[in-house]
């Protein structure tokens, strides 16, 4: 069988995003557009992967993906001349090569298989994947002839007639190794946009006789980010269809309209989420918990039951066990809290281990960061920490422990014991001042 590569394409200029970041490093449901297309590639690939990119975009790859291969793209001179900057890395002898966009980040991972499939049944020398789209200005339309490829036309290319063409090319394509460098060098820049164009593969393979098919997807897998407008218009599409998601299954969110969650957000049947509740990347919630108005949450995992917030703020590697309520102005960062235990108002709990059945009082802080380092706070089952109590890092608090009010804890505190730090109060009678008055 014939090897798979992928050609990601994500050198282009990004000059309608108006943006000194290229176009393919900007996110879409808290996920790098060009993670899109990397996540496809790794699962499809039977051989390379190469990213055609700017010094800025190769700097992104190098350090996010390990195995992938860079070919920097010197003079954006179109699609074609793209693919051919990847021309001699490439093996061209029983291999088949798809070609990615770096900007259509939606495209299914059944999409890219169903291609696969269907190029090597249909024995074509290429496959595109096409869409028909009822507003198609700026897409470049397909002439087709008896299931295969005539020409694709580019919007600025297109004549009155082929402006009314509903059947649209995504880009992205599957092509014999071997046939698509042979062809890509009769790619001329005879254009309006004076551009390479890749898409002008089809009109030489259908006069030579070896016509490229196409397989349709819809068209929201398609969509492209070319500017600020669309990437905002992407997002607030790929949002309702994630939270639509949700909510079939079970999920209870409240005005979802103000909800934001991520691309990859797990949450269990029977949650409720409040409105106004942002949801990065790597959050998953359990069964029957409930997530009050205005909380942040990101990379954690919330157990079943729990309570959180409103206003709480759950930071990268969080774990809140089973039935742990988290109340008002709390924020919680690399720390696990055991079951049942509460931290109920305007705390900060930060690298601390919790056991269960703690009571972490208002206005409690862990003091983390000595200035140099982290350190981490232990607190075992069933103590009882007061209100607005500091607790200095590196610190052990033993199990059935209580610490007074207003402590600064700075020494372990062993089992079953009571700490307390507090100045005496000092009470003395009032002076008043005749001439001033009260
Ligand atoms: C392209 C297609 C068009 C299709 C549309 C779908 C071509 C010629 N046109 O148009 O038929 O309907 O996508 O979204 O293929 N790039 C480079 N180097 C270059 C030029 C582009 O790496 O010299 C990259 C871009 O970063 C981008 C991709 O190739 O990721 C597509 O280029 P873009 O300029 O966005 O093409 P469109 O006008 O959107
Ligand atoms: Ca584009």
Redesign the pocket.
């Known amino acids: 069988m014939k090897k798979i590569s992928f050609v990601?394409?994500?050198?282009?200029?990004?000059r309608r995003m108006m943006s000194s970041k290229?176009?393919?490093l900007h996110e879409l449901g808290d996920k790098v557009l060009l993670d899109y297309a990397w996540d496809i590639a790794v699962q499809n690939s039977t051989s390379d992967i190469f990213f055609?990119?700017s010094p800025q975009v190769k700097q992104y790859v190098n350090k996010n993906y390990k195995k992938a291969k860079t070919v920097i793209?010197k003079?954006?001179?179109?699609?074609?001349?793209?693919v051919e900057c990847a021309k001699k890395y490439i093996s061209k002898n029983k291999h088949d090569v798809v070609v990615l966009?770096?900007?259509?980040p939606l495209i299914k991972n059944s999409t890219i298989k169903k291609l696969i499939k269907f190029n090597r049944k249909s024995k074509s020398i290429g496959t595109i994947v096409s869409f028909r789209s009822d507003k198609p200005f700026?897409?470049?339309?397909i002439i087709s002839e008896n299931q295969y490829v005539k020409s694709?036309v580019?919007?600025s290319d297109t004549n009155y007639e082929q402006k009314k063409i509903n059947l649209?090319?995504?880009?992205i394509l599957i092509c014999d190794s071997k046939y698509l460098f042979e062809t890509i060098k009769k790619i001329s820049n005879k254009n309006n946009q004076k551009?390479?164009?890749?898409?002008?593969i089809c009109k030489i393979a259908y006069n030579e006789k070896k016509p490229f098919s196409y397989i349709n997807c819809d068209e929201i897998e398609?969509?492209?980010v070319?500017s600020h407008l669309q990437l905002t218009s992407l997002e607030e599409k790929f949002q309702n269809i994630y939270k639509n998601k949700l909510i079939k299954n079970g999920v209870h969110l409240i005005r979802p309209e103000t909800i934001t969650i991520s691309h990859d957000t797990k949450i269990a049947k029977n949650v409720v989420i409040e409105p106004n509740t942002i949801i990065k990347s790597g959050v998953k919630i359990a069964d029957s918990t409930k997530i009050f108005g205005g909380s942040y949450l990101e990379n954690c995992k919330i157990g079943k039951k729990c309570k959180v917030g409103p206003y709480a703020r759950i930071r990268p590697n969080t774990i809140l066990n089973d039935y742990v309520k988290v109340g008002n102005y709390v924020e919680i960062k690399n720390s696990k809290i055991g079951k049942f235990s509460s931290i109920a108002h305007l705390s900060y709990i930060g690298d601390a281990e919790i056991g269960n059945n703690v009571n972490i009082g208002a206005g409690t802080i862990t003091c983390n960061y000595d200035g140099t380092k982290k350190n981490r706070t232990i607190i075992k089952k069933n103590v009882f920490i007061g209100s607005n109590c500091s607790l200095i890092a590196p610190l052990k608090i033993k199990q059935n422990s209580i610490i007074g009010a207003g402590s600064v804890v700075d020494k372990d505190v062993p089992p079953n014991s009571l700490a307390l730090e507090r100045s005496k109060l000092v009470l003395k009678k009032r002076k008043f001042n005749k001439n001033k008055g009260k």
Request: overall charge negative; proline content about 0%; charged content about 20%.
């Open positions: 990601i394409l994500a050198a282009g200029k990004s290229s176009k393919v055609v990119c793209q003079n954006q001179l179109g699609t074609a001349h793209a966009f770096g900007d259509v700026g897409y470049g339309r694709v580019e919007e649209c090319n995504s880009g551009e390479r164009f890749l898409t002008d398609v969509l492209g070319n």
